[in-house]
């Protein structure tokens, strides 16, 4: 992002929560910038200063919700360090003519390659097979046959962005590719089926990659879980509340499904210590969009969109 001379003086804008430094650096360098964390009591903190913020920056740790909101009588616009919206209260923002953004599109790439790892060392035991060498096991015997990946079945919930780049990558391995969406994209060759279930019941890897809703909620439920059955595996690169982590944890310790690669959970960054144990489980710390790269890109993208409000030009990446 090119220096700029702050637009006006003070916009005070906050940010929720320790997110990235750069963003960090340059929001400082552009506004009077709150660190909501930094604060020692967050309601007196808000009481004093609700009147000067008239931006917030968010990440998906902390909800945007309606308490939150009402607590800032200044605020104009909420720009999010996600593509997820999932803990923004869209409606209220709209009622309230908040504007809210996001970061679609920079960060599509990193998913979806982040997606294909998971499968990759989920399947061929990538993790395992180094613990295995670092542990000297090499010296007394081969490493176990594991699964191969290149012609599987890949089923795709959700085929926006994320899971049409997950779905491109997937061909590249010549697996069939098939998907459940609410409804049937038009001009898309791959296979559509109308619900989750039968979206299970015919692949061998089934990826969640669609945004969290009230109707996405727990998804991937037992039913689904059974329809994938003992040869199948879970990817979750979306949110964790998309998964009924109980169901998954039972099914992977009575083997109803053959492992699962999870990049998110539903009560971050608490993991199910159940999940610890089992070697067909594959655990990341939500770290689909975590390179440098691009989450500098999202930075630019937070700030672009707050400096566009501002400065009365329109919206990057405007949601509501
Ligand atoms: C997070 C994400 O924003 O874009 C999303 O929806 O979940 C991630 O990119 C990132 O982990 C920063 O917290």
Not at 15 to 31: A, G, I, V
Not at 159 to 185: D, H, M, Q, V, W
Not at 284 to 295: A, I, K, N
Request: aromatic content about 6%.
């Amino acid at each position: 992002m090119s220096k700029q001379t702050r637009i006006m003086e003070p916009i005070g804008v906050l940010l929720t929560s320790p997110t990235n430094s750069y963003l960090e650096q340059e929001l400082d360098k552009r506004f009077n910038l709150f660190r909501l964390w930094n604060v020692p009591n967050k309601l007196e903190f808000l009481k004093q200063n609700s009147g000067s913020i008239r931006a917030v920056a968010v990440n998906p740790n902390v909800p945007t919700d309606r308490e939150f909101i009402e607590s800032l009588p200044a605020l104009e616009i909420v720009s999010s360090f996600s593509v997820g919206l999932d803990k923004i209260d869209l409606e209220y923002c709209k009622e309230k003519g908040i504007r809210v953004t996001n970061t679609p599109d920079v960060l599509t790439d990193d998913v979806a390659d982040l997606a294909i790892g998971l499968i990759l060392t989920t399947l061929r035991r990538i993790c395992e097979c180094d613990r295995y060498v670092k542990a000297g096991l090499w010296k007394k015997g081969d490493f176990r046959l594991t699964t191969k990946f290149s012609g599987k079945k890949v089923g795709i919930i959700g085929l926006g962005r994320i899971g049409t780049a997950i779905a491109k990558r997937a061909e590249s391995f010549n697996c069939p590719i098939s998907y459940y969406s609410r409804s049937e994209k038009p001009g898309s060759n791959y296979k559509y089926f109308p619900s989750v279930l039968e979206l299970a019941s015919d692949c061998q890897i089934l990826v969640v990659a669609c945004p969290l809703t009230e109707e996405t909620r727990h998804i991937i439920n037992r039913e689904v879980l059974n329809a994938l059955g003992p040869s199948g595996y879970l990817i979750n690169i979306g949110r964790g509340p998309h998964v009924d982590e109980r169901e998954l944890v039972s099914a992977l310790v009575e083997g109803r499904i053959a492992g699962a690669g999870l990049d998110v959970f539903e009560n971050e960054p608490h993991v199910p210590e159940e999940l610890f144990g089992p070697d067909n489980v594959v655990l990341l710390p939500h770290v689909g969009s975590g390179t440098v790269e691009t989450r500098h890109a999202m930075a630019d993208l937070v700030i672009g969109n707050i400096e566009a409000h501002f400065n009365k030009k329109p919206l990057l990446t405007p949601v509501v």
